[in-house]
């Protein structure tokens, strides 16, 4: 079963434009973690911002923020005023703590394109 | 401080040869994991190596295998290459192990490396 569910394969925004990037996930452990990186076409995976499963507040790193809706096992990227630096593929991940299962699954990605 | 290094960035192989890849991790963490994408697995976790020893391993056959020096420098061997083991290898490392929860043990990868098998 899909862990992690990203259901935009590719996006178009304009430049100075808000966007958020949709990520679902599925675990029954407690105790998780989200990710999410962003990766240029040279192949690099650059974090961007975290979010624990316990963290009472939703993340936010300068122009990143995280909409963490545990209830709803969503934990959505939103990127304020995008940039055409901004045009990569994005990927959410999840840390899964189990002990004797410990690994990072990632979704199937999201393509973000930024028009001038 | 340094990032990830991995080594090398490119590489072509024949089927049938073996290939070894090199991750030199944050200067102080003590986890490396190996992850591997193809266009259409997408992200697969390999392993992961913490204080020289294996403590998960992903659904790869036997032909992948790693090792952890004792400075946390990491390779990844894979032999009989086959045309599907040609892929991005990405490394990662983190202050502590993987299945550490918290804010403080974000995990940061490496630029890869690009493994073409012809």
């Known amino acids: 079963a899909q862990k992690i569910t990203q259901t935009q394969p590719g996006m178009f925004v304009q430049e100075k434009e808000a966007v958020t990037l949709d990520c679902t996930y599925d675990t029954s452990d407690p105790s998780y973690g989200l990710f999410w990186y962003k990766q240029p076409s040279s192949g690099e995976m650059i974090f961007l911002i975290y979010q624990g499963s316990y963290d009472q507040q939703n993340a936010t790193e300068g122009r990143y923020s995280l909409n963490f809706q545990k209830a709803r096992k969503s934990a959505n990227l939103v990127i304020s005023a995008s940039q055409l630096g901004d045009s990569a593929m994005y990927f959410c991940a999840m840390r899964e703590v189990n002990f004797g299962n410990e690994k990072l699954t990632f979704g199937t990605g999201t393509r973000l394109t930024i028009i001038p | 401080k340094a990032g990830v290094t991995q080594t090398p960035r490119y590489l072509i192989k024949t089927r049938g040869q073996q290939v070894t890849l090199s991750c030199s991790p944050i200067s102080g963490h003590r986890s490396v994991s190996w992850y591997q994408q193809t266009p259409g697995q997408g992200l697969q976790f390999l392993f992961e190596?913490?204080?020289?020893?294996?403590?998960n391993k992903g659904n790869f056959p036997g032909r992948f295998s790693g090792r952890q020096f004792s400075n946390s420098r990491s390779e990844m061997n894979v032999s009989t290459l086959e045309l599907g083991d040609s892929a991005l290898y990405l490394c990662?490392?983190?202050?502590?192990?993987?299945?550490?929860?918290?804010?403080?043990?974000?995990?940061?990868f490496g630029e890869g490396s690009w493994l073409t098998v012809v």
């Open positions: 190596y913490f204080s020289e020893t294996q403590r």
């Open positions: 990662a490392s983190s202050l502590g192990p993987l299945g550490t929860g918290d804010s403080g043990n974000t995990i940061y």
